[in-house]
């Protein structure tokens, strides 16, 4: 089973400069309106699976103040160990790369493998 063990933000949305370290079992996020517990999770979906392009009509979340759009999911994967998914702006969906506890570093398919070949929506149907 995959787990997110860490999130870190450099620029997304209203969060800049922000790190979260999760522990096993479920993790709740609270908070009142506009808090940004909703760009918390579309940060999470986009670094999975690509930032919005221009021709699509989700929100870009684009940061705020910071220049620097994107950033790192720490993840447990039972096969890999734990990697590291940086997405940052880039090409169309943001540029992504993963880095894996054995040395091993890689991109898109590296990144679909994780995800054990899981489309967004398919994602989005099950956990969003």
Do not use: W
């Amino acid at each position: 089973m995959l787990s997110i063990k860490k999130i870190q933000i450099y620029g997304f949305g209203k969060h800049e400069n922000v790190t979260i370290s999760l522990h096993d079992g479920v993790t709740i996020f609270y908070g009142m309106n506009e808090a940004g517990k909703t760009t918390i999770q579309q940060f999470i979906v986009q670094m999975l699976f690509g930032f919005p392009t221009r021709q699509q009509t989700q929100q870009k979340y684009e940061p705020k103040t910071s220049t620097k759009f994107g950033g790192q999911l720490t993840i447990s994967h039972p096969i890999y160990g734990e990697c590291t998914i940086e997405r940052v702006r880039g090409k169309a969906a943001g540029d992504v790369t993963v880095y894996c506890e054995d040395g091993t570093k890689g991109h898109d398919e590296l990144l679909a493998k994780l995800l054990y070949g899981y489309s967004r929506a398919s994602f989005e149907a099950v956990f969003a």
